[in-house]
Nanobody
């Protein structure tokens, strides 16, 4: 099993920044993709950004140029730096880990952290 614990969410004004962290523990050997998803009330969960063990990244069009995903293998941690935040970025953000090579096939999920952007 793999455990994922997110931190760093909170309330920020539009235009501000936040950095989310996700610490992984357990049987992380074999995890290929680490990703951040989000879900706003009434919406489906959507992929925000992902990063592979080789360092390839993928971003949702809505966050390109504003969000940056990175991973620190020694600390078994993945980060999401969010800049120029907009009210529409308000959601619960989830960390996910996947064994397969697909961006969308997550095997493990964190508990989520709330991000609220005020206008």
């Amino acid at each position: 099993q793999v455990q994922l614990v997110e931190s760093g969410g909170g309330l920020v004004q539009a235009g501000g920044s936040l950095r989310l962290s996700c610490a992984a523990s357990g049987r992380i050997f074999g995890i290929n993709v680490l990703a951040w998803w989000r879900q706003a009330p009434g919406n489906e969960r959507e992929l925000v950004a992902g990063i592979t063990s080789g360092g390839s990244t993928k971003y949702a069009d809505s966050v390109k140029g504003r969000f940056t995903i990175s991973r620190e293998n020694a600390k078994k941690t993945v980060y999401l730096q969010m800049n120029s935040l907009k009210p529409e970025d308000t959601a619960v953000y989830y960390c996910a880990a996947g064994v397969a090579g697909s961006w969308y096939a997550a095997n493990y999920w964190g508990q989520g952290t709330q991000v609220t952007v005020s206008s």
